[in-house]
């Protein structure tokens, strides 16, 4: 990317449209059925026909792949499952012709326990890198230390026989959590960073940002509240039975961030998002990640993921962040590689195939309508829903340990579509590492591109109109009416004034203006609303967007 172009805007995450890719699952180029670099290199023209302004590639850093690349065994290199360093070079170079920017997911809070840092602090208690990992010492019963819980299931503590100590992972036991409060490990990541930064990366998506740092003391954490449960979609996991009040959330982690906000502040025009992985907090933890000049740009939060259709709930959680992130910077996104993907969470078995796309294309509307940045998930645009696979199909270990309650993430991870034809589906010439259902075939990327009434036009259609309306991007936002199935809201930003209806069921609805909206309707975003008069009739999943003078 050009300098001149990086300097155009050093405010250009704020309000962009980034563009997720999963990258064993976007586009195989040597047909061993996982995608790669080079695969997502020679779709860069997709992505950049949508009119996003970059693209977030999950890892693809060496890894044994337990965790298929979050838990990484070298920051500072390329699996050869994906390519190497030089097709990495080639993707920046690439995309940065295209007017993409490029952001890379960072798994700094635990490695891979094969990493060569957990290989050596494992060894001895007096090793030079002893004090990388978090260790402790049995409870007084001669059990783990606490009551933390993994992600992933069971305690978060693993017994180490050489060490005679336990090890600490929030995640899988192969994903030990490093020790931030050791400088020495906050200065190592920050070099792993500053080599992908030389590289030419225009920003980094920090996995678990808020996980970084530990209580100590290693107190126990709290029972939590019912209300405050954060089930991403099921009951059977008991880590949402706490208030993870001790490991994670710590304030320690405000001043690493203003150390790594130092060494962005180095490279002009890049950006960070880090991901919140606790409701319970909301806006608040996202103001203090992001408020003012000197911690992270933005945070990708995870309210909107698995959450309802219904105009109470999104206008809720709008209304707590403006009211509790006041200053900070959110990236709102409704799906993601961890989540059911939000169309089958959204949509019913009794929707027809056309009420599904309406829905799938009010939706971009919708989400890019938020005051914020927004992320899209691969597949979102060509409207795909979640996969349903059999046990024996499963991957990820997530699903496998609390199947069949909770399916894991497997069913929104399968490979991309592109084209109609034969299992790989232009994906691969082999056999993809997950099936690929056969209701996606019908929404491959050959058939919709070429179909200006399809859902991915209607994706294109609208990031480009949005282009054109900077109030979207970055005015402020208040909400007006969100009395279920209708939402409206209006967005200011200098001289300009929108307003944004949108009816969330199936069938029509009206809407009566407010007798001091003097408004006149937007035309070129792709939905069909009138306004006659005073009043707003919506057809079935319709939006309206009028200026208001």
């Not at 064993?24 to 995608?35: E, P, V």
């Not at 499952?81 to 170079?93: C, P, R, S």
């Not at 992933?152 to 017994?159: D, H, L, N, T």
């Not at 309306?469 to 969100?482: E, F, M, N």
Request: net charge negative.
């Amino acid at each position: 990317m050009s300098t001149e172009m990086k300097k155009s805007d050093p405010d250009w995450w704020r309000g962009a449209v980034i563009y997720q890719v999963y990258i064993r699952s976007f586009c195989d180029s040597d047909g061993d059925g996982i995608g790669d670099l080079q695969g997502i290199t020679g779709k860069l023209e997709h992505i950049a026909s949508l009119g996003v302004d970059a693209l977030w590639i999950t890892p693809f850093f060496p890894s044994p792949m337990k965790d298929f690349g979050y838990d990484v065994s070298d920051y500072c290199n390329v699996d050869p499952i994906f390519g190497t360093l030089e097709d990495f070079d080639k993707l920046v170079a690439r995309s940065h012709k295209l007017g993409l920017r490029v952001i890379i997911d960072q798994v700094i809070s635990h490695s891979s326990d094969q990493h060569p840092w957990f290989t050596e602090s494992r060894r001895s208690r007096d090793n030079p890198k002893a004090d990388w990992y978090v260790w402790a010492e049995p409870g007084p019963h001669g059990g783990v230390p606490n009551n933390w819980l993994s992600v992933f299931g069971g305690s978060a503590w693993q017994w180490h026989e050489a060490r005679q100590q336990y090890y600490l992972h929030n995640f899988l036991a192969e994903q030990p959590d490093l020790n931030f409060h050791n400088k020495a490990v906050r200065a190592a990541m920050l070099e792993t960073m500053d080599f992908w930064l030389q590289r030419g990366v225009d920003g980094f998506r920090l996995d678990t940002v808020n996980f970084y740092f530990h209580d100590q003391v290693l107190r126990d954490n709290p029972p939590a509240k019912a209300e405050a449960r954060n089930n991403l979609g099921t009951d059977v996991n008991p880590y949402h039975d706490q208030e993870h009040l001790f490991d994670k959330n710590q304030k320690e982690n405000i001043a690493f961030l203003e150390e790594l906000r130092s060494l962005m502040d180095r490279y002009p025009g890049t950006t960070t998002m880090g991901e919140v992985g606790d409701a319970s907090m909301g806006g608040a933890i996202i103001a203090d990640y992001t408020t003012g000049h000197k911690r992270l740009h933005m945070c990708y939060d995870c309210e909107f993921l698995g959450g309802h259709l219904r105009a109470e709930y999104f206008s809720g959680q709008v209304q707590d962040f403006e009211l509790k992130g006041k200053g900070g910077w959110q990236c709102w996104a409704f799906s993601n590689h961890d989540v059911r993907r939000h169309l089958s969470c959204w949509s019913s078995p009794e929707m027809t195939q056309q009420e599904r796309a309406k829905l799938a294309k009010l939706l971009v509307g919708l989400l890019l309508s938020f005051r914020g940045s927004a992320c899209l998930y691969q597949g979102e645009e060509l409207g795909l829903t979640e996969a349903e696979l059999q046990f024996e199909q499963l991957k990820d270990p997530y699903g496998i340990q609390f199947w069949p309650e909770f399916k894991g993430r497997d069913g929104c991870r399968t490979p991309m579509p592109w084209n109609d034809e034969g299992k790989g589906a232009g994906f691969t010439t082999g056999e993809p590492w997950l099936p690929i259902p056969p209701e996606h075939l019908s929404l491959a990327a050959n058939r919709q591109t070429k179909d200006p009434n399809s859902i991915y036009s209607q994706y294109k259609r609208f990031i480009h109109w949005y282009r054109s309306h900077p109030v979207l991007a970055k005015g402020s936002i208040l909400i007006i009416d969100s009395r279920h199935p209708v939402l409206a809201f209006e967005r200011e930003y200098k001289n300009e004034k929108i307003l944004a209806i949108f009816n969330l069921r199936a069938s029509q609805a009206a809407y009566d203006l407010y007798a001091n909206h003097a408004v006149q309707a937007l035309t070129g975003h792709g939905y069909n609303s009138r306004l006659e008069g005073n009043r707003v009739h919506l057809p079935g999943y319709g939006a309206f967007f009028g200026l208001i003078s």
